[in-house]
């Protein structure tokens, strides 16, 4: 068997990974080069092409997991090889992240050979970006109010695109927003850190999209992001010091309104099974879920 060529993802793969990743349809915040390089090393991510597709793996739990293969190649022959793969080395075959149309794919190929289950957790929010940046109605009422009494609070604010020329101002930022929440201390936080961080300082080499919001002249809150699709934009970074109230609405809003509007949809990520952040993000009503399966060959346990 030929060993499959895995590597650690660079920047100089960004045009290779999305000529295989354009086109899909896909709307899930992981199909994104920023999200698959910038998080790399915490999962053991490691990328190739094979049959004509690509394909990641990642470490979860100290055992490997593959992403579906992607693009017009032979997905079902790139599958035939990732199970050889892994009988070869003696571990369960294990797929993550898997859309629906991707499963139902799965099942032609492989009829009743894989148990899936749909783990809420990780389930991405979509909203309708016209609907963000307008807050209209009763259900949005809290968040324009908020955004009002920031407004009211300092009157002086400004929204600028994020450029070289602000980007330093942000990184302060990050790093006083790390140390006020205690980020040392919280493994989960400090990755989040440190991928904020790195999307700061490859914002140009990564082609993301930032904004930045100011009071009395201060970086108080920048968020990053970057298409996944041709109708949906995700938004991978967003900090605001929490103690400013309407910081974090009116960053979403005015980024949305100024870079982000030619996307009907906003993909705003998942919550981890975080408690608030699930309440935060529901607050804004989302349009639709991405949900993302995870497929285990039947007999073997992940």
Known sequence: MMEIPFKRPELTDRKVILSHLEGQGFRGCERTFANIYLWARFY???????????????VFNGKYSYTYPAGNGDRQGALKRLM????????????????????????????GKFEISWPRDVEDYVYETEKLINLSGKKYHGKKNHINQFKAAHPDWSYETLTDNNVEECFQMALRWREFNGCEGDPEKNKEMCVALNSLRLHKELELRGGVLRANGEVVAFTMGEPVSEDTFVVHIEKAYADIRGAYPLINQQFLEHEVSQYPYVNREDDTGEEGLRKAKLSYHPVFMVEKGAAVLKGESI
């Open 44 to 58: 053991d991510l490691v990328w190739a092409e094979i049959e004509g597709t690509v394909v990641f793996r990642s």
């Open 84 to 111: 050889e793969e892994s009988r070869g080395q003696a571990f369960p075959f294990a797929l993550h992240g898997l859309n629906k149309k991707e499963y139902e794919e799965l099942e032609r190929y492989f009829p």
